[in-house]
Structure formats: C-alpha cells, structure tokens
C-alpha cells in the first residue's frame, strides 16, 4: 500500500513540474502553443509510466522491443543463484573449521555436502557446458570423501594410485561381515555418495 501511494504521489508531482516548465518555456517565448501542448503529453505520458510501471510488461524504442516483466523475471532468477552460490562459498568456508563436536568423517561429509550443491548451482549456472566442473576435480573430491569418511580408504588421493573409483556395492564389499555392510549401507555418508557423488562422478565420465 506504501510503495501505491508513493507512486501515485510521485506521478502527480512529475506532472506538475511538467505543466509548471512548460508553462516557463511559453511564457519566456521558447516554446509555441503546440510544442506547450505536446511537452504537457509528454508529461502526462511519463506521469502514466511512472504510474503503471509494475503493470506494463513491454514497450518498443526505436523498434527494439524491451520485455519488462522478463527482464525482471531474469534479474530475480540471477539474484536467487548469485544468494545460493554466496551461501554454498559461506558453508565451503565455515563449515572445514573443526570444532570439539565434529570428527574427521562428519567434517568429511560436510565437504561432500557442499560439493554437491556447489556441483549443482554450478551446473545450473553454466546450463550450456558439458563439464562445468573438470572430471578430474570430481574425481579428486570424490577420492577425498571416500577417505574421510573411511568408506574406502584404499582409494588415497589420485595422485598416488591408478586404482578406478568404487561404485557403491565395491564399496559394501569391502567390509567382510553382514552387520557391518548393514551398518554402512545405512549410513548418511553412504547415501550421499551413492544418490548423489557417485552419480555426478559417472555422469562426468561420460562428458569426458
């Protein structure tokens, strides 16, 4: 209701600044009686877009069309993004610091966390890549992940070894007794890496 009344007041002062310059401009001889009358439309036409600026969706200079509601449509959508990428580097940053309650594979999740959802405000940034993020990158963070959270510690870091990644049922396999594959396939940092980084990590192969 403020933003309605302010408009208003600001179309009614705009056309009187308008009427009292034109009425300046005829008295002073720099403007004939049609040239007041047509500075007075113009005036009243400006008072009008100042007015019903949130109702008109296009208007048309110089023959160049200009759609209003999807420009703003564009601008809001990029704002959102731009918040999401501000609040995912907030988390990357915040989140590795350790505290007395975290131990190295809940810190190691968090990290997988905030992989994905960089990977995927990334992905929906770069909508016409095929790899917004370098395979080798995944791979890296994936191998980290999997060694953090002792889902596989065999997988190292990919500089020193050769070794493919494991898809999610090596990894069960690699626990011996029936509780503790329960155990692990239960798991939040099995979860995440089979519904989420594995797939991103098969996905970029094939971009590859």
Known sequence: MTGTIMKNLLSVFTFIIFILLGYYFLREGLFSGSEFIAFVTLGLVVTLLIKLVDQIESFSIGGNEVKLSKENEKAERNIARLKEIADALVDSLIIPLPT?????????????????????ITSS?????????????????????????????????????NDPLPDPSMVLNKFSSTKQREGIKNSKAFELYKNKLYPIYINSAKKS
């Open 125 to 161: 940034l770069n909508t016409q890549a095929d790899k917004p993020i370098s395979h080798q990158k995944i791979e890296r963070a994936l191998r980290d992940y999997l060694t953090g959270t002792t889902l596989n510690m065999q997988s190292q870091a990919m500089y020193t070894t």
């Open 100 to 120: 007395m309650a975290d131990s190295p594979q809940d810190l190691a999740y968090d990290t997988g966390l905030n992989f994905v959802k960089i990977y995927e």
